[in-house]
């Protein structure tokens, strides 16, 4: 009889090629499909809340597939993370509803994007920030992520090639805060469209450092104008933080 899992994943994703199976790419979901199938002998689909890009972390990526084997969930924890490699883990495995779906069922998420701003680099945050050397105008920075927050059309702050029908978006929350040299992006929403944080975060750092006046984002989604904002953000200083159900 099967029966529907929830797993929840940590990895990093500096050596993945992103979440989604790619021919002769290095994926997450891949490496995962094939430890289920290694260990129970079924060939599997993994979905994942959501895709993450190449290089991006995550410390809770939800996920759920349909498995047959009568395996216990504790065992099925043990088992996958004596096969998975040492850059992914799962940290909770859990039965669900049959009517689960890691994506669908999801009410929202949460991202964390962070930058080092000093000008000497650190090396101990080289795979999981983005180094700005230039000082950042924090309180610039929160003036113009509060016009992001709310129900608004993000067509400016998504990837050339994002393939989603609807570029509205609620942004529930977006939080700038500083420690030290460490400036934290926290981002809570109904829904991201690609590459939509690092956008974000790319515009509002060219805000802090002075590239871009505070008013650059309110124009962004009242055009729509992605050549209006910032650049990409680096795909290192993004992390998934949790899946909202």
Known sequence: MS???????????TDFAGWQRQPGQ????????????DMTGEAV??????RTDAGVHADAQTCSFTLEADIP?????????????????IIDVAEAPADFDARFSARGKVYRYLVWNHFVRAPRWRRRAWHVRQPLDLAAMRRAAA???GEHDFAAFRASDCDRRTTRR???????????????????????????????VGTLVDVGRGRLPEETVVRMLATGDRTAGGMTAPAAGLTMLRVIY
Request: proline residues 2%.
């Open 3 to 13: 029966r529907k899992l929830r797993i929840v994943l940590e990895y990093d994703g």
């Open 26 to 37: 290095r994926t997450v979901q891949e490496t995962v499909e094939d430890a289920i199938r």
């Open 45 to 50: 689909f993994v979905r994942a809340a959501g």
């Open 73 to 89: 969930t504790g065992g099925l924890l043990r088992g996958l993370n004596s096969i998975l490699p040492g850059d992914v883990a």
């Open 147 to 149: 016009a992001l927050v």
């Open 170 to 200: 609620i942004v529930r929350r977006l939080e700038v805060d500083r420690q030290g040299p460490l400036v934290t992006f926290e981002v809570e929403a109904t829904a991201f469209l690609k590459n939509m944080v690092r956008i974000l």
